[in-house]
């Protein structure tokens, strides 16, 4: 049983970085694709990023491309999330979440909430303008 903890978030003027991690317990996730979902106060949870089992494809929510990256480290059993130029609307509760990828589909990145079955418990960023 996967079990992820994010870190990573806080207040951070409008302009401003940061990064998330999303660290992996109960098993390795090289065989999982992983996303950073966001769910802002009074709206659903959206996907920000997935990245491929592979690592070698990643996909973005267009309101991110561009200022945001995802990326994973299999030695650290470790995701991130760098977020650069944040802006107020960026404000919500990030989580990751993993989903296990057989080794035919290892490119794909799955872009629903639905397609994934593990999740943290979310860290916060706050950004101000």
């Known amino acids: 049983q996967v079990q992820l903890v994010e870190s990573g978030g806080g207040l951070v003027q409008a302009g401003g970085s940061l990064t998330l991690s999303c660290a992996a317990s109960?098993?390795?996730?090289?065989?999982?694709?992983m996303g950073w979902f966001r769910q802002a106060p009074g709206k659903e949870r959206d996907i920000v990023a997935a990245?491929?089992?592979?690592?070698?494809?990643?996909r973005y929510t267009d309101s991110v491309k561009g200022r945001f990256t995802i990326s994973r480290d299999y030695a650290k059993n470790t995701v991130y999330l760098q977020m650069n130029n944040l802006k107020p609307e960026d404000t919500a509760v990030y989580s990751c979440?993993?989903?296990?990828?057989?080794?035919?589909?290892?490119?794909?990145?799955?872009?629903?909430?639905?397609?994934?079955?593990?999740w943290g418990q979310g860290t916060q960023v706050t950004v101000s303008s």
């Open positions: 979440a993993a989903v296990h990828i057989n080794i035919g589909a290892y490119s794909t990145t799955p872009f629903r909430t639905d397609d994934y079955n593990y």
């Open positions: 109960g098993g390795s996730i090289s065989s999982y694709a």
């Open positions: 990245i491929s089992r592979s690592g070698t494809n990643t």
